[in-house]
């Protein structure tokens, strides 16, 4: 009874990706942001991005702005455009890929 989610996931599923979060063997560390998938036309790569807003005092008003990061995404999450993914830093990928995708929140329809 004891199994964890991750060991559970293991069972039912198997990649050969060692970078995948659940079956591989990256470490993750450092930040975790929820944002959108804007493109999954990459090879294991997603664009995600995610909204902040920032209070500038000289106006007293929300300013919006938005991060764009590249994500690894693994063959296993299924990972489609429109879904809402939680990524997690982790050690650098390739030149431009710093984040991994550690799970599938929403699936827009």
Request: aromatic share 6%; net charge positive; glycine share 4%.
């Amino acid at each position: 009874m004891a199994e964890t989610k991750k060991t559970k996931e293991k069972e039912q599923t198997s990649c050969t990706d060692n970078n995948c979060p659940i079956h591989g063997n990256i470490s993750l560390r450092g930040r975790t942001f929820t944002g959108k998938v804007l493109k999954d036309i990459f090879q294991k790569t997603a664009n995600v991005e995610w909204e902040k807003r920032k209070f500038v005092s000289k106006y007293a008003r929300y300013e919006k702005s938005r991060t764009r990061v590249k994500a690894h995404s693994s063959s296993c999450l299924d990972i489609k455009k429109g879904d809402t993914v939680k990524i997690m830093e982790s050690r650098p990928i390739s030149k431009t890929k710093n984040f991994v995708i550690i799970e599938k929140i929403i699936k827009e329809k």
